[in-house]
């Protein structure tokens, strides 16, 4: 057995010591986005740095625990904080809990985010379905030996994310009522907020919104066979005409004001599952 299935053994093992059932879907919360937890029946919470093997969050807005539970009458397993690559983690550390969601048994992810709108009908606040995405401004996490136990060496990439949930998120925000925005997110290493020259680059080649998360994570969802949704909150627009400068504070007041719409559309489809 390599070394990577040892770690991720372990870590299984220590989590199923707390949380016996098998989780039918994963969820994964960005910044600004933990609410959402509040919503879930919640069974058992778990710190990540009880947890062996595990990353920890850096990051203000991330709270950086493992939480089992019921939503929308489903048992599922949520990351109230996630990874990034600009904290300084390996790629191989971004996707380690992915990995680790495969292995407790789910068979879907819901990835939420918050991201920079380019797509200039967008408006602060909007909900976008991510449909696509374009991931040649980060590192492929799955370069390096692969695991085949986890996936093929050349996973497909064609359907990122599951069209037959797209689908479904559209009916639902239709019938809540709900503005949902669809378009293709770019994903950036981060820190910094982007420059203009940046953001122009990013229209140019098709993105509607640009983000520092989520397309290692997808990449590794797909690779293990999990169906993907993704939800990303448009906190701030950076196609505008003034030089007004971008706070992560108001990145996470936006995302918190979107926050209900993302949850009541995650709810739905998980509801459905």
């Not at 010591?17 to 879907?25: D, G, H």
């Not at 370069?143 to 050349?154: A, D």
């Not at 949902?180 to 098709?206: D, N, Q, S």
């Amino acid at each position: 057995m390599s070394e990577l299935m040892n770690r991720l053994n372990e870590t299984v093992s220590f989590i199923k010591t707390k949380f016996s059932e098998t989780p039918v879907a994963g969820v994964v919360l960005g910044s600004g986005l933990g609410n959402l937890t509040k919503d879930i029946d919640v069974e058992v919470e778990i710190p990540y740095e009880e947890i062996p093997n595990f990353p920890v969050s850096t990051v203000k807005g991330h709270q950086g625990k493992l939480i089992f539970g019921k939503l929308g009458g489903k048992t599922i397993v949520a990351m109230a904080g996630r990874f990034h690559f600009y904290e300084g983690y390996a790629p191989s550390k971004i996707i380690y809990p992915i990995q680790i969601m495969k292995l407790l048994g789910i068979s879907t992810v819901f990835l939420s985010n918050a991201s920079g709108g380019v797509n200039t009908s967008f408006k602060v606040g909007d909900l976008m379905i991510i449909k696509d995405h374009i991931s040649f401004f980060t590192v492929n996490p799955l370069i390096g030996p692969n695991e085949e136990e986890l996936g093929t060496r050349f996973p497909d990439m064609s359907e990122p994310y599951n069209k037959a949930l797209i689908v479904k998120a559209k009916d639902l925000a239709t019938q809540f009522g709900y503005d949902l925005k669809e378009g293709v997110y770019v994903g950036v290493t981060g820190p910094t907020f982007e420059t203009h020259a940046e953001y122009r680059l990013i229209k140019a080649v098709g993105g509607d919104v640009v983000g520092m998360s989520t397309v290692q994570e997808v990449i590794a969802a797909r690779h293990a066979g999990i169906d993907v949704f993704a939800l990303s909150v448009v906190t701030d627009m950076g196609i505008r005409d003034n030089d007004d400068e971008i706070t992560h504070e108001e990145v996470l007041a936006a995302a918190n004001a979107a926050e209900p719409k993302m949850t009541a559309i995650f709810k739905g489809l998980i509801e459905q599952l």
